[in-house]
């Protein structure tokens, strides 16, 4: 059957050309029945929050929305692990007629007393939002005696898109931020926004800032800790990572607390370099940019040779992505590049409309962009590009594989830290592994052609 | 149940709150079921994130694709009914992938805010020009866990699609409980072997371990046809292996059509085993094939051999309540204790399964369970082995006990979809794995470093 976009996906899928930037469709609500791979408001605050390590995470809900959520980051900790633990209201039939507060309020009182948090979140669920519990009066009369900040997420469901979620979880992150003690942090100090230290990606880049003698006050919300996300109010420059996620928790901050911020990545060399630059040119210290420029200097020289060499394996190979935000789109395109590596189909679930104009203008000409897009849709434009390596998360690992074709993961459950510079190495590893592996040879649709033109060759 | 301990005690007040859940929601098992269908997909009625997080935790398990669709509801839906919604999401269905059958599943939302799905699929089919088959049922994961889930699927999808009287046919129905795709297989397999052909439902054995073709398939190939499930009431019977408790049996629904139904426990050990056989010899007036024959002698042959390895060693096992009952049975039978048996399901079905075990061979049933509950029991029953899905790994690491893996769902290890547990076969490659996990456990923690065990 001949492939078709749908009608209701108009405007979410184009094709980048010589001729300028087009205005890409974005931040919508998934059309029905797409088969979307994007999740729900849930989802966005789930991941958003899910690091911090040594709060309660709560979901108030029947219990699907906490089991399929269990464990599901590769976001690691130093210390506590709370976040590890799936827990649920696991509201019955009896709390849907009659309400689920004081089963919620059980539930609350009675794991706090059991882990001892530092704070507690509570997600509400769609089930939660219908049947109006008020779980913000709840979280407060339990706050009020236990001591610590239980913090109601509006997290349900079908509110909006993920996106909503992430605003949902900036909400939640504001009640914390301003309430810890500031005295001691210092001029030359950041907070790491949207790392969530999976596979330790945050310990790789606290590293480069401990070299450069920055300060970074809290990580949010990689390894996180609720003590260091109370004080983050009291840093100097917000550095911001994942974009999609944590650019509303970054302007609220700088119109609450008056600190700036800027928009950086730490996936590839480039833009690994780039950030520290960046970074160290906002808190406008000599030292600092010395330092930035003898680490950069330092780890170039450590990881250019090895660079070099998958290069020379990977030159012209064509590869297609799909992740959550477009920051990481555009630092992939740049990262891949760098390899030999052309991308020819790139796509985000939450990107913007900006941000689509931005990775256009990076991608080279006739490269697919797709917003919140299918499986079906996915599986065509890797045939119709010709790609050699996917790169994206759990959802899209078997349509490559069913195409034979290699695949990165690059979403939650890497584990493999791919941030920084040797993040950078690893990456290319990981790329190389899978494009260059010797079983694509065998499958059929290589296999096929390659008969095929073995066949053409001989007849005369 | 007494309270032997202050943390178990401390769980029967916490009573509330679910740590680490044992169970799925119920439109899981309906999706899961449905894409045993062919040509068939499944469509969730709800919010856009069940259908997601259900296709990845599927497809983590299955490494395969796993589409399933969801009218994707926002604000407006959930205050005044998702009707729209639902036809557009049938329409882009259709558009896309072209099926035979749509299966609808509730989720929460939907039953929250009371969608009668029967009335909007008939105000959908009214609209159009050609019908299209779209079986519904209802699946509030505030009732139902993912077994309830499938099996409630499976119930309607009996109901909506096996309507042909007539002549009996030479086949045999069989209702699996949630198995592996090699488990289907094999199963289809023994049937052949006694010269009647199986309709099993759902049969994903080839939609969720399929090959590499050198194309897309939309819908993979595989799985039960419609018209086989129409004629499944003229089948000579219906072997039905799951446990529903109280919830109705497609095996009934079945028989009050035209086809018996013969209740059997899941073939896992020699006695199940040899109960399935039977009954399907009995059926088909055959004798057992020779290749089957020898494959039972051969269990036989390995029990003798491994015996004493597995001679009163306490053993958990966790899952789904077929598969529980039907590991318990296995492990009894080959000396063994099942000291807990505990399943998340909720259809209180696992402990009458259990009654004809050994006096005393179970100490623990637990039902409607989490893994919290699973942990403190085995700190206190001090199993030597557990064998259930990955998700019990954190218990096993905690208290240091080894896991054989089985069941679903497998995260953490490749080949799920091809871990064979019933039969003759699967249980000589279970009784394989107990074995030796308890031979590996023995070896790394022998001072000696024995190389002949």
């Known amino acids: 059957m001949k492939f078709k976009v749908l009608d209701d996906r108009e405007g979410q899928v184009i094709r980048t050309s010589k001729q300028g930037t087009v205005a890409v469709t974005c931040d919508k609500a998934s059309a029905a029945g797409s088969v979307s791979q994007r999740a729900c408001t849930f989802c966005g605050s789930r991941v958003v929050l899910y690091p911090i390590a040594d709060a309660l995470h709560l979901v108030h809900g029947p219990v699907g929305c906490a089991a399929y959520t269990w464990d599901i980051r590769g976001a690691l900790s130093s210390g506590p692990e709370l976040h590890r633990i799936s827990c649920s209201t696991d509201l019955r039939e009896r709390e849907i007629v009659l309400g689920g507060e004081k089963r919620l309020e059980r539930s609350l009182r009675s794991l706090i007393a059991r882990y001892l948090p530092r704070a507690a979140f509570v997600y509400a669920t769609c089930v939660v939002g219908v049947i109006g519990d008020d779980v913000a009066a709840v979280c407060k009369r339990v706050e009020a005696d236990v001591g610590i900040p239980v913090i109601a997420v509006q997290s349900e469901g079908f509110r909006g898109t993920k996106r909503d979620g992430y605003s949902a979880a900036t909400r939640a992150l504001l009640q914390l931020i301003g309430t810890g003690d500031i005295d001691s942090v210092g001029p030359l100090s950041i907070n790491l926004m949207g790392d969530f230290n999976v596979a330790g990606e945050s310990w790789i880049i606290k590293e480069y800032f401990g070299r450069m003698g920055v300060e970074v006050v809290s990580v949010l919300t990689g390894d996180g800790r609720v003590d260091e996300i109370r004080r983050a109010h009291g840093a100097r420059l917000n550095v911001v990572q994942c974009a999609g996620s944590m650019t509303p928790l970054a302007k609220a901050m700088q119109e609450k607390y008056g600190i700036p911020f800027i928009r950086v990545s730490f996936f590839g060399i480039e833009d690994t370099a780039h950030a520290l630059y960046e970074v160290a040119e906002r808190l406008s210290n000599a030292d600092v940019t010395r330092r930035a420029q003898e680490i950069v200097r330092a780890e170039l020289g450590k990881v250019l040779p090895a660079l070099k060499e998958f290069k020379r394996d990977l030159q012209g190979k064509r590869a297609g992505l799909y992740v959550g935000g477009a920051f990481k789109a555009f630092s992939l395109v740049r990262a891949l590049r760098q390899l030999g590596v052309t991308v020819a189909l790139a796509g985000t679930q939450t990107g913007s409309r900006e941000e689509y104009e931005e990775l256009q203008a990076v991608c080279d000409e006739n490269t697919v962009i797709v917003d919140d897009t299918n499986a079906l849709e996915l599986a065509n434009f890797l045939v119709e590009q010709d790609i050699d390596v996917f790169i994206g998360g759990v959802k899209e690992r078997p349509i490559a594989y069913k195409l034979g074709l290699g695949f990165c993961d690059h979403n939650h459950e890497r584990k493999v830290p791919l941030a920084g510079f040797e993040g950078a190495v690893a990456f290319a590893r990981e790329i190389h592994a899978t494009a260059t592996s010797p079983i694509w040879a065998l499958m059929p649709r290589k296999s096929t052609s390659a008969r095929v033109a073995k066949a053409k060759a001989v007849t005369p | ?453």
Request: net charge negative; aromatic share 6%.
């Open chain 2, 1 to 453: 149940m007494s309270c032997a301990t202050e943390d178990e005690a401390f769980h029967a007040t916490l009573g509330d709150a679910t740590i680490n859940p044992c169970t799925l929601c119920a439109p899981l098992g309906a999706a899961l079921a449905s894409v045993g269908i062919r040509d068939a997909v499944p469509l969730l009625h709800g919010a856009q994130g069940c259908a997601t997080y259900i296709r990845r935790y599927l497809i983590s398990h299955f490494r395969e694709p796993m589409d399933v669709a969801s009218s994707s509801f926002g604000e407006s839906q959930t205050v005044f009914g998702g009707e729209s919604n639902l036809h557009r999401a049938l329409d882009n269905v259709v558009r896309q992938y072209q099926p035979k059958l749509v299966t609808v599943a509730t989720t929460c939302l939907a039953e929250v805010i009371g969608e009668d799905v029967g009335r909007l699929l008939r105000n959908y089919n009214e609209k159009r020009s050609t019908h299209l088959p779209v079986v519904p049922a209802s699946t509030p994961s505030f009732k139902d866990g993912h077994v309830e889930g499938y099996h409630a699927m499976v119930c309607a999808l009996v109901e909506a699609l096996a309507t042909q009287r007539g002549p009996q046919a030479g086949s045999v129905n069989i209702l699996p409980p949630i198995l592996s795709p090699a488990d289907l297989r094999h199963l289809r397999e023994i049937a052949d072997a006694y010269g009647v052909k199986p309709t099993i439902l759902p049969d994903y054995s080839e939609t969720l371990d399929g090959v590499i073709l050198d194309h897309y398939c939309p819908l993979p190939n595989g799985g039960t046809r419609v018209e086989e499930i129409a004629e499944m009431p003229r089948a000579l019977a219906t072997l039905d292996l799951t446990l529903t408790g109280k919830a109705s049996r497609a095996s009934t629904l079945l028989a009050e059509r035209g086809a018996p139904a013969r209740i059997l426990r899941l073939p896992i050990g020699i006695r199940a085993c040899d109960g399935f056989c039977d009954t399907l010899g009995e059926i088909s007036g055959k004798v057992m094939a020779e290749w089957l024959e020898k494959e039972r002698g051969r269990l036989l042959d390995a029990y003798a051999d491994g015996h004493k390895y597995v001679f009163g060693k306490r053993v958990a096992v966790y899952g789904d309540p077929e598969l529980v009952a039907g590991l318990a049975g296995f492990l009894a039978e080959i000396g063994a204790r099942p000291v807990l048996c505990a399943t998340g399901a909720r259809n209180r079905a696992l402990r009458d399964a259990l009654a004809d075990l050994p006096a005393g061979a179970v100490e623990e049933v637990l039902e409607d369970t989490d893994f919290g509950s699973i942990e403190t029991a085995c700190a206190r029953l001090k199993p030597e082995l557990l064998i259930g899905s990955s998700k019990g790994y954190r218990v096993a690491r905690t208290l240091a006990i080894p896991l054989l893996r089985a069941g679903f769902p497998i995260h953490d290890r490749l080949g799920a979809g091809r871990l064979l547990h019933v039969g003759y076969r699967g249980t000589m490659q279970l009784f394989d794995s107990v074995v030796n996990t308890l031979l590996d456990a023995k070896q790394s923690s022998s001072a000696v470093g024995f190389s002949y065990l």
